[in-house]
C-alpha cells in the first residue's frame, strides 16, 4: 500500500522560507568572492605591469633562441 504524505501548510512555508534562505546566502557568498576577486586583481596590478614590461620580452627572446637551436 502507498502512503501518501500529508504535509502541512506550515511545512510547506518553513521549507520555502529556508529555500529562500539558502539561495540568498548564496548570492552573498558569490557578491563577496566578486568583490575579493576585484581586490586581489587592482593590488595584482602592479606586479603585472612589472612581469609584463620586464620579464616576458627576456623570456620570449629566450624561447625564441632555444626553438632556432
Not at 576585484?38 to 596590478?45: E, G, M, R, T
Not at 602592479?46 to 629566450?62: A, E, F, Q, S, W
Request: one cysteine or more; glycine letters at 2%; hydrophobic letters at 40%.
Amino acid at each position: 500500500m502507498i502512503r501518501i504524505a500529508k504535509i502541512s501548510q506550515e511545512e510547506i512555508v518553513e521549507q520555502i522560507l529556508k529555500k529562500q534562505k539558502e539561495i540568498a546566502t548564496r548570492g552573498r557568498l558569490e557578491q563577496l568572492r566578486n568583490e575579493q576577486k576585484d581586490v586581489l586583481d587592482a593590488k595584482s596590478q602592479p606586479i603585472r605591469t612589472y612581469l609584463l614590461d620586464n620579464l616576458v620580452p627576456i623570456l620570449t627572446d629566450g624561447l625564441l633562441d632555444l626553438c632556432k637551436r
